[in-house]
């Protein structure tokens, strides 16, 4: 789903409050309205929100009567939605693959029919009651809109409403009554304070302020210009048709450095079940670029935690590599070329066992075949070894591992793997 900022949206409502309006009046003998009078018409019964995300069929099924006006893409360069639905209730929408992504509704224009409310906000309202009903608004200043000495000042704020959706709201700067609304999609905004936690509480007070808490693998990139962060937890706050709303927390050195919002298809802790057969095994990446290390922990009994294994300056994956239905370590040591380090655990003396293939092989690369989806169901597990011969080439060995033992298979050939 394609989201649009608040910065373009601003230019998107310009454009569509008065560039648009000509075709709002094209086929009616709709008389104008004063604000007052317009007010008294809002149809508390009618919340336009519930249309986010409406398919065109359905809509048109219920609305296509109260059509006034359409245009898209082809007839108004510079659109956000690919085309837009004016209806004679003050309600226009705009469509992008065939749902509805934006709303804009106007209550200081004639309608034929009462105005409806977007998220119980309506134009009997002020800004008191929007913040009263929708929150600490996300933005809020004077804004001009219009066409260029057609423009008029309004006070807007901007809220955000859950799902990646925003409310803007214009106000009356004379009447302060709402005079139009537009719901949008945005990026989830950054939080001062959700749940009664703020940046910089520590992870065990956020711990203790939900019940349902569950944890994420995060993959920190610098360039997005987000503070430091090494793990991802969030709590569920809203289920909905295309997936849950989740309250967002971002960790580094178990300090909470940045909350916001996300919508993920499925609840569930993104942990490893078995590696080395241990069930509720996490892992915190600390890795950027090839510096850097990966941890793997736990929650003991007592719910401290613990930590099973520190990698350094490695990208990790977790595979069966032997077959056994015990998840293993495969580490990628950073380099010029590829060196795979594969680590298992050996119950009987309660050890974990670090294979070096390369080390152990006296080999110049190795890689996991495993990766590969072109070869024999039998060699699928298989490690990949590369030797440098005297006269410049390469041999190639191909080797089973089993508790962390190699064993050899043969020299690399196409047959194998075709």
């Known amino acids: 789903m394609r989201r649009i900022s608040i910065l373009l949206l601003s230019v998107v409502l310009t454009f569509v409050f008065f560039g648009c309006v000509g075709g709002i009046d094209k086929g009616t003998d709709l008389e104008e309205d004063s604000n007052e009078s317009a007010r008294r018409r809002v149809n508390y019964e009618e919340d336009a929100y519930d249309l986010m995300e409406t398919d065109r069929q359905a809509f048109l099924t219920r609305y296509e009567n109260m059509v006034l006006d359409f245009f898209d893409q082809d007839h108004m360069d510079g659109l956000e ?100 609304i537009a719901c949008f999609y945005g990026e989830a905004p950054d939080f001062k304070e959700a749940g009664g936690i703020k940046a910089g509480d520590d992870l065990d007070r956020l711990k203790a302020a939900y019940r349902e808490l569950y944890y994420e693998t995060a993959y920190y990139d610098s360039s997005q210009g987000d503070p430091k962060y090494n ?50 095994i996490l892992k915190e990446n ?41 998840t293993e370590i495969i580490a990628y040591k950073a380099g010029e070329k590829m060196a795979l380090v594969i680590y298992d655990y050996d119950p009987a003396t309660d050890t974990i066992l670090k294979l070096d293939v390369c080390d152990a092989l006296g080999a ?55």
């Open 286 to 326: 600390n890795m950027i670029g090839h510096k850097g290390n990966i941890v793997y922990f736990y929650d003991s009994a007592d719910g401290k935690e613990q930590v099973l294994l520190t990698i350094d300056n490695c990208a990790t994956e977790e595979i069966d590599v032997d077959n056994d239905d015990i």
């Open 81 to 180: 939605a690919d085309y837009y639905y004016i209806l004679n209730n003050g309600v226009e929408v705009g469509f992008y693959d065939d749902r509805i992504v934006s709303i804009n509704i106007f209550y200081d224009r004639e309608s034929l029919h009462p105005v409806p409310v977007l998220k119980g906000i309506g134009g009997e309202d002020k800004y008191k009651d929007a913040v009263d009903t929708l929150g600490e608004q996300y933005y809020k200043g004077a804004e001009s809109v219009g066409r260029e000495g057609k423009e008029k000042e309004y006070f807007a704020a901007v809220f955000y409403v859950g799902k990646y959706r925003y409310v803007k709201i214009y106000f009356d700067s004379d009447t302060e009554f709402v005079s139009h």
């Open 364 to 418: 110049q690369w190795s890689s996991y075949r495993g990766n590969m989806s072109n070869g024999k169901q039998e060699y699928s597990r298989c490690i990949e070894a590369g030797f440098d011969e005297e006269d410049g080439s390469t041999r190639i060995e191909v080797y089973s591992v089993k508790d962390n033992i190699l064993a050899y298979l043969g020299p690399y050939s196409q047959d194998l793997f075709q």
């Open 231 to 280: 793990r991802i937890y969030y709590t569920p706050t809203e289920v909905g048709d295309r997936g849950v709303e989740c309250t967002v927390y971002y960790v580094y050195n178990k300090k909470v450095v940045k909350i916001t919002s996300n919508v993920y298809d499925v609840l569930g802790w993104s942990n490893y079940v078995d590696i080395f057969g241990m069930k509720g």
